[in-house]
């Protein structure tokens, strides 16, 4: 894909992200709503952070977690951050914005943005708590805005959905949650190129968000299909 | 052909040096264009206002310029969960009413949720502020009730010319508007008991006490509700009719009965 670049003044639109982020996880289980994804952000094809989180907190009640360009991630962090103390700092010292509503100014940016073919390169997973119940949304690249019991975006689409679909309960316990998607970032592991085991989890429940440590997962290469391939094929 | 002549001994006797423009105080500390402004909220026609913790009525009187012409609306809806109720210069009352209206279609824009009420009414006293500090503006010269509804209930809100805002149970502005205050004062604290008929009733009864002589039709009174689940809804002019006849009883009138003696 070219870079494409306008003569119009100091404006350069960019399509193409660069350092990028690879799938994102999020499913709601019974008390709360758990964000997943590696701590690797890519240049091209080459690793090149290996420590990079890829999940913020934006406000005590919500939690975000991006997949794509990642300095977008950078400012949709920063964005949101703003409104959250916006929202904060008023005279009256309550704060309004639920998570849907953190969800929905970013579709209405990310859209502003995709209009001007300049978008905000990134498939973003919100995760919160409002009014008792867990909220998940997604937006996309398009400004398109989604909420669902569950939401794997990038590679993690095309491997991961038939997982979810197959496991997800709504009563599911937060370990059952967390072992269904340490197994789809296994199967990440094992087939995404820009893909890596050590992830971090997210748990947004009404105590609030808990951003846990990066952490390795297992994954297991004595697989006879690993040891043949390399030999006789 | 009578003459009217200005006399400079009257004229003198108004005249004040300290009411010009907003940017003088007087000696007593008052700004005398703000305090007129305000008086002009008190030459509107009455506004009554009263909830209680999940329903909110407005209740408006409606003045007509000739007996020929049609009645001023003053109420207005500005979004499902906000309505207003204007006593005052109502040009100024429904520039507010169209900037409220953008406010709020912008953050439903945006967030896809209602605005909150409080954020709004800090909007629109800065925005009021900013005209009562200006050698070259006027303040607005209309006072408005608020009611609206977000997760916390029903609320209701008064903006005045001053730029200051507050939350009420109940509350009355425009002409005679202190008959009608002094008998919510002495009922407000049942309201969180009275359905909505209830309280509909109430506010119609501070109408009469504010305007003993005249007679209410569907034509002149405007009334504003907002409910539990129902959005903010100016009611008919055939749903308000059966309400008017108890206020239009020329028999003596019966006293509102509170919930709390009621069987």
Redesign the interface.
Known sequence: KKKRTRMEGKNTHTTTPIVTGTSVLGLKFKDGVMLACDTQACYGRMTRYKNFSRIAKISDNTAIASSGDMSDFQQIVKSLTEKRIQDET???L?S???P??YC??LS?LSYYWRMKVNPLLNSTLFAGFQ?NKPFLGMVDPYGT?LENNFFATGMSMYFCNVLLTEKWRADMTKQEAKELLESCLRVLFYRDCLATDKIQICTVTTEGVNIEEPYTISSDWDLSFFKKWTTEH | NKQISLNWEDFQMWRSEYDKDCLTFSPQGKILQIDYAMEAVKQGSISIGLRSKNFGVLIALKRSPHEMAGHQEKMFDIDEHLGMSMSGITADGRLMCKYLRNECLNYKFTHDSTHPISRLLQKLSLKSQIKTQSGSKRPYGVGVLLLGKDASGVHLYTSMPNAEYFEYTAFAIGARSQSAKTYLEKHFENFDNCTLEQLIEHGLQALKKSETEMEFTKENVSIGIIGDTSKFVKLEPEQIEPYLGAINTEAEEQPMQDQVHQK
Do not use: F, I, Q, V
């Open positions: 008023r005279e009256d309550t309004y914005l639920t849907s509503d929905s100014y209405t009014e805005k």
